[in-house]
C-alpha cells in the first residue's frame, strides 16, 4: 500500500528532515509513527499525499510511485488518502455537514451520492445530531471527529492523522483511536503520527520510530519505548 525506498527530504534551508527511509505498510495495517518534535512525522506525511516532494528516493502508493503525478493524478492520489491534522483544518463558515460535503465536492461526485454518503459518515463518527452546527460551535473532539468524517468520507485507501490527539484530553483521545481503529477494522490502512504514550502502548501496533529523520525502530506490536512489553489490547 504504502512504500518508501531510499527516502531522503532536504528542505531547501538545508535542514535533512529524513534520511535514507525505507519502510513498506501493507494494506490494512496500523502503524503508529512516533518520534520527538522535530524527528521528521509530519515530513514524513506531507511526502506521502504529495505536499512535498522527496530530495532522493521513491515513494509508492497503491503500488504506483507518486513522485512523477501531474495535477489531476495528484487530485487522485489525494481522493485516495485521507488526512486528519492536529489543528482541524475545518472550514469556519460552513457547518460540520457542508465541511464534510465540500471534500466530495472537490472530487466532482454526484448531489445523490453526496446526500446519500455524508449523513452516513457522520453518523459512524457519532456527529449525525450535530450537522447543522458550525466548527466553532462545536467542542475540540467533535470538531476533530469532523476531520476524520471529511477524511473517510471518499473511502480513501489510507487515513492518515498527524498527532491527532495533540490538542484532545485523555478520555477524548481515547474516543479517537478507537473510532481510527474501528475505521481500520473495516480495511483501511491507518497511520497515526503521535505522542501519545500510553495510547501507542495499550494499542500494541506497529510502531515506526523516528529520530531525527532516521527510522531506528520498526516494531509489529510494539510499544512507545524499546522492550516495553507490558500493554494490553484494545
Ligand atoms: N517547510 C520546511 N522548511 C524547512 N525546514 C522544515 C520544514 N518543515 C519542517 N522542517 C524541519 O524539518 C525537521 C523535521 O520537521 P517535522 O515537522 O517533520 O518534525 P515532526 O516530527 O513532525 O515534529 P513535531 O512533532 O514537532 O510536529 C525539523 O528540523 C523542522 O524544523
Redesign the pocket.
Known sequence: MIQMVGVSKL???G?A?LHDINIHIEKGEFVFLI??????????IRLLFREELPSTGQIMVGGRSIIRLNRKEIAILRRNIGVVFQDFRLLPNLNVYENVAFAMRVTECAKNDISRRVPEVLDLVGLGHKSGSMPAQLSGGEQQRVAIARAIVNKPMVVIAD?PTGNLDPETSWDLMRLLNEINKTGTTVLV?T?ARDIVDVMRKRVLA?EN?RMMRDDTGGGYDENKNNGLLL
Not at 518520534?35 to 514524513?44: E, H, I, L, R, V
Open positions: 528542505y531547501q534551508n535542514v528532515a518520534g520527538q518534535s522535530g524527528a521528521g512525522k509530519t515530513t514524513f498527532e503520527a505522542h523516528l529523520g
